[in-house]
């Protein structure tokens, strides 16, 4: 099944999954070892134990593959970049009837890392519009960049293929549900409230 579009994720809901879950697998880079190198190749194929590790840390019912193929390279004389292929197939459970729904995805990663990178001032934070850039760091944890990366990728609502969203029903346990037509009624005299005040204003 190929990937379904997905919903862009707010950065401040990026899942800190790196450190939640203290076991995850871990591909590291020492950038003095790699920063006289014209390239390094990147290659991070866990095994099915570190999937399921993965799969667990973002709430996938499993994760039956999971690769990314790419490199380190400098940029100028001190910054490096981290740029390569992922490639993974994951099972959620569909948003609507909660059954296994397999996704193929296919995504392009890059991170930029700069040697003399400098945060903003505290009056000045704001939500970047480029999120793949931060400080050069002493070594480069390929893995928690990837796992990171197929964390944005996941579609946010996944459906299966015909499934309507049918209507949602919320309530606290021993109360009556409200339903969508219970709001009707409410919604209508609010108009007839709004309705009234313009005309007192006329």
Known sequence: MTKP???????????????????????????????????THVRFHPSAPERATIAQALGLISLPALTFDGDIRPAGKRDMVLAG???????????????PL????????????????KLPEADEMEIPEDDSTE????????AAVVVE???????????????????????????????????KPFAALAGLVLKAKDTDKG
């Open 149 to 183: 990366a197929l964390s944005l990728a996941l579609p946010l609502y996944p459906r299966a293929a015909g499934v309507e969203l049918g209507e949602a029903v919320f309530t606290e346990p021993g109360l009556a549900p409200l339903r969508e037509g219970d709001l």
């Open 5 to 39: 579009p997905k919903s862009p994720a707010p950065a401040a809901a990026i899942p800190a999954v790196t450190a939640a879950f203290s076991d995850l697998p871990s591909l590291n880079f020492k950038v003095t070892a790699i920063a006289g190198r014209t390239s």
């Open 85 to 99: 292929q992922l490639t993974a197939t994951v099972v959620q459970p569909c948003s609507v009837t909660l059954e």
């Open 102 to 117: 397999t996704t193929v995805i296919a995504e392009t990663v890059r991170r930029s890392y700069i040697a003399d990178y």
């Open 135 to 142: 400080a050069l760091p002493e070594v480069i944890d390929a």
